[in-house]
């Protein structure tokens, strides 16, 4: 069984800390990841992909890969009230065109003024 | 550019009932998933369409179909409900190429009584 595993949370940080996001995946051979922000009755919107192991930057976001480790980040810097909200993680366990992901259940971040 | 369309909104149907679901992807978009989405399970993939025809199918029991016309627009039907089936159906249209994003729709919620 493929798993992406998160922490549920609740993750609280202080406005303008680094909040600090985890993912781990079971299918060593995963090629794509992505993170999505989940607004409560909302639904999911893309933050980042990454593909290679390393890190990636996008304004106030950074993916990290490290495909060894089977592990996937984000960190949020600066946090904001409005980066409060459900982050799910989503991986493509399989090479190709496929898009069936598979998700995590997500990590809840509050970040409090 | 318009993201993806999502109708209805909101049902309420009966057990036993059947429902179909409509989206409309992205422009130039050729790959449309479905997801279902309830706060125990997560995201569950459903199936994928790409030009037209399923590209890949996930675990969900007969009773889940779709199909995807020669536009792109999908729909997805839901025969002889149960009330396990009350959850967030998502759709989400991407390019379709490997390690392309999903773009997701506003989703239609579902509820069985």
């Known amino acids: 069984q493929k798993e992406v595993e998160q922490n549920s949370g609740p993750l609280s940080v202080p406005e303008g800390a680094i909040a600090s996001l985890n993912c781990t995946y079971s299918?060593?051979?995963?090629?794509?990841f992505f993170w999505y922000r989940q607004y409560s009755g909302k639904s999911p919107e893309l933050i980042m992909s990454?593909?290679s192991n390393g890190d990636k930057e996008d304004g106030r976001f950074t993916a990290q890969l490290n495909k060894a480790s089977q592990y996937v980040s984000l960190l949020i810097r600066d946090s904001q009230p409005s980066d409060s909200a459900t982050y799910l993680c989503?991986?493509?366990?399989?090479?190709?065109?496929?898009?069936?992901?598979?998700w995590g259940l997500g990590t809840s971040l509050a970040v409090n003024p | 550019k318009a993201g993806v369309t999502q109708t209805p909104r909101y049902l309420i149907k009966t057990r036993g009932q059947q429902v179909t679901l409509s989206c409309s992807p992205i422009?130039?978009?050729?790959?449309v998933s479905w997801y279902q989405q309830t706060p125990g399970q997560g995201l569950q993939f459903l199936f994928e369409?790409?030009?037209?025809?399923?590209?890949n199918k996930g675990n969900f029991p007969g009773r889940f179909s779709g199909r995807q016309f020669s536009n792109s627009r999908s729909e997805m039907n839901v025969s002889t409900l149960e009330l396990g089936d009350s959850a967030l159906y998502l759709c989400?249209?991407?390019?379709?190429?490997?390690?392309?994003?999903?773009?997701f729709g506003n989703g239609t919620r579902l509820t069985v009584t």
């Open positions: 989503a991986v493509n366990p399989d090479a190709g065109n496929n898009r069936k992901l598979i």
């Open positions: 369409y790409f030009s037209e025809t399923q590209r």
């Open positions: 990454i593909y």
């Open positions: 989400a249209s991407s390019p379709g190429f490997e390690g392309s994003p999903l773009h």
């Open positions: 299918d060593r051979v995963s090629q794509s």
């Open positions: 422009s130039g978009h050729r790959s």
